[in-house]
């Protein structure tokens, strides 16, 4: 497969930008790379979806999600 050119230009990339991955293979793609490396943040679909359920757990629960503790959790 031939290389395309990126959707947006990385040099337009600045802080406090926020750049999301939700492609899921390959896991990681050029354009967070180049977030990261230009001061933005970024993260992938992963990421997302952990923190997406935390913010659902407490409506649930009616307690508080931990984060670290789910990012922990076996097979994850």
């Given at each position: 497969?031939?290389?395309?050119?990126?959707?947006?230009?990385?040099?337009?990339?600045?802080?406090?930008?926020?750049?999301?991955?939700?492609?899921?293979?390959?896991?990681?793609?050029?354009?967070?790379?180049?977030?990261?490396?230009?001061?933005?943040?970024?993260?992938?679909?992963?990421?997302?979806?952990?923190?997406?359920?935390?913010?659902?757990?407490?409506?649930?629960?009616?307690?508080?999600?931990?984060v670290?503790?789910?990012?922990?959790?076996?097979?994850?």
């Open positions: 497969m031939a290389a395309r050119s990126p959707a947006c230009q990385y040099a337009s990339l600045s802080t406090p930008m926020v750049v999301w991955n939700l492609i899921t293979s390959p896991p990681e793609i050029p354009l967070p790379q180049a977030a990261r490396a230009r001061g933005c943040s970024a993260g992938n679909r992963f990421c997302m979806r952990l923190h997406q359920g935390a913010l659902a757990f407490e409506p649930w629960t009616g307690k508080p999600a931990s670290q503790a789910m990012r922990d959790a076996p097979g994850i």
